[in-house]
């Protein structure tokens, strides 16, 4: 009896050296330079024109931070992505796609026949339209008049190809700016009368800046305008991750949530498709 007692005793305690041996941990030197365990997820580089608040700009700390921004990690998470935002200037964005140097834009790029032709773009995430800025005593109240006057635009938007339409290819009277805030001080100090640009970055503006003494004035005349998510064309794999991710974050709420911190009520739920 006495011997069965000690073999039980002996028997367990084999057990639990054996249960203690495999729950040692791996030693610290072979856990660092061994490969993750599971698989990281990919990270994609995702270039913005960080100059475009309330979509994208940079806080005080130098980060990138707006509505694209919360938009598009959170699309990230939900379709199981990483994302790293990358400050890129807006002339050669899309170039940046095709050099491979990004994977992604998001950038209140507006959906356009031409450049679909030479980008993929993600489902519709937001409706805008091009809105007029100018000094509070002017009299200008349409689009048609700015057709003698000196406006400011940024390159190679929809503003600028919309002003250029209304003026000409070959008037002088259009002022092309690398970003949209240099035209808009070009306008604060007289050298445009107007400036064209999306909507929402406009009343942005114009709210932030009361000592600039601008208003507004919008045009049935601007086509509606609908910001997708470029990548470049034929990278169907990283394109459906973000559909996925979209069609996601729009059915769970997070992006009303996202859209209600931004411009402050949930947008109409009848979505236009694009
Ligand atoms: N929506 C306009 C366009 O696509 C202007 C976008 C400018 N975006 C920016 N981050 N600067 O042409």
Redesign the pocket.
């Known amino acids: 009896r006495r011997f069965l007692q000690t073999a039980a005793v002996l028997a367990a305690g084999i057990v639990l050296a054996a249960c203690g041996k495999k729950e040692e941990p791996a030693p610290v030197e072979q856990a660092a330079s061994a490969p993750a365990p599971a698989p990281a997820p990919t990270v994609y580089t995702v270039g ?5 608040a309330p ?2 700009s940079q806080d005080e700390k130098g980060e990138i931070v707006g509505f694209d921004i919360e938009v598009l990690s959170a699309v990230a998470k939900k379709a199981g992505f990483e994302v790293k935002f990358v400050n890129t200037p ?1 002339e050669g964005i899309f170039n940046s796609l095709g050099q491979g140097d990004r994977d992604i834009i998001i ?4 959906i ?1 026949d031409e450049r679909k032709q030479t980008l993929d773009f993600s489902d519709a995430y937001f409706d ?1 339209a091009q809105l007029i800025a100018v000094r509070d005593n002017s009299k200008v109240a349409k689009f048609a008049d700015l057709k003698k006057l000196k406006v400011g635009v ?1 390159t ?6 919309a002003t250029t339409k209304l003026i000409g290819k070959a008037s002088t009277n259009i002022k092309r700016f690398e ?2 805030p240099l035209a808009l001080k070009e306008l604060e100090s007289g050298g445009v009368d107007a400036v064209v ?2 909507n929402g ?1 406009i009343i942005h503006h114009v709210a932030n800046n009361p000592g600039a003494k601008f208003k507004t004035i919008s045009d049935p005349e601007f086509a509606p ?1 609908h ?1 997708g998510i470029a990548v470049k064309k034929g990278n169907t794999a990283v394109l459906e991750k973000i559909n996925q991710g979209l069609a996601g974050i729009k059915a769970d709420g997070t992006y009303d949530q996202i859209y209600a911190k931004y411009f402050g009520a949930a947008p109409a739920k009848a979505q236009a498709p694009a």
Do not use: I, P, R
Request: hydrophobic letters at 30%; glycine letters at 8%.
């Open positions: 913005t024109d960080a100059a475009y979509f994208e807006w950038s209140a790029v507006t356009t805008a940024q190679g938007t929809t503003g600028d190809e970003s949209t640009a999306d970055v305008e910001y």
